[in-house]
């Protein structure tokens, strides 16, 4: 097993090299989904630290930018690992950073963990406005929507989607998953969502049980 606080580190001092070579000693072993996995929690844990030295002023929008492109290189990386654990054939998921928030390293996280547990991901992108999610929803109708935000004010846009699926009827044929920095099972219950999730794993996990 590769060292996970290493890894967690350079995550977080956005240092490529000991990534990579971490990540080639993971895909260089036979049945290793599992420890890809525990490398994307790393990796996750890590992010969590790059902002907070971006809150502490040590770190810019630039280097932002920069770990998303890091992070991002790391899961195209790990997906054929992360794919060989997941025989089990997945559901239909339209997944959006709701209305208001730009952000979109976790939602992205979350769609390359998905894909690879053979989900089929219709991805909206950022800044989604509501109307845009129930079109699709009733275009594709998928089995599941997420919902992704960082901001506080991401919770009203998510609580407006659910609110409109419900009012379009979908309530009952898809289930809503929320993820990101603000959510917690009150946040959950207010918003009307079946399930939340902080991290991308578990969020996974809650899909599988869903249309397994």
Known sequence: MVDLKVLTQAMSDLDEDVLNKAID???????????????????????????????????????LVFAGEVLQSVMDKLKPALSAGSSAKGGKIVLATVFGDLHDIGKNIFRSMVEAANFEVIDLGINVPVNQIVDKVKEVNP???GLSGVLTLALDSMKETVNALNEAGFRNSVKVIIGGVPVNENVCKSIGADAFSTNAAEGVKICQRWVG
Do not use: H, P, W
Request: aromatic share 8%.
């Open 25 to 63: 000693e993971v895909l260089s072993k036979d049945d290793n989904a599992a420890e890809a996995q525990e490398v994307v929690k790393a990796c996750q844990q890590g992010m969590t630290l790059v902002g907070e030295r971006y809150d502490s002023g040590e770190y810019f929008i630039g280097d």
């Open 143 to 145: 089995d599941i929507v």
